[in-house]
């Protein structure tokens, strides 16, 4: 084989290996267009790796905390403050929740953040 073909081939392993382990784990991304709020975390770390988009990272890291303020009274909220969320969850191999991904929109704003036990 070729150096080159073989230099594909091995690529294509690779990128191939790399989405299917990353397939059932969060990946705590920033999107193009939003701002990283590493300061903004609730619930003794539990939420934590924020970013938003339209609004600062001090009010993120405000609803964060009144997030897990309300989630601290049953179910993970699906609206608060004007905000809708959406709540991705990842599961362990015994069926566990062990991390979620939240984004929460309210008009422009966005917030995301994630969950990880």
Not at 22 to 42: F, I, L, N, S
Not at 70 to 84: C, I, K, S, V
Request: one cysteine or more; proline letters at 4%.
């Amino acid at each position: 084989m070729r150096p080159a073909a073989a230099a594909a081939v091995l690529a294509g392993a690779l990128v191939l290996a790399t989405y299917a382990g990353a397939a059932d784990r969060p990946r705590h991304d920033v999107p193009r267009g939003y701002t990283r709020c590493p300061d903004a975390e609730a619930w003794n770390g539990f939420f934590k790796w924020a970013s938003a988009r339209g609004t600062t990272c001090r009010h993120t890291a405000n609803f964060i905390r009144a997030y897990a303020r309300q989630a601290t009274h049953g179910d993970m909220p699906r609206r608060l403050h004007g905000f809708r969320c959406r709540i991705r969850y990842w599961r362990n191999e015994d069926g566990d929740i062990h991390a979620s991904r939240h984004k929460c929109v309210r008009r422009r704003d966005v917030i995301r953040f994630y969950g990880m036990v």
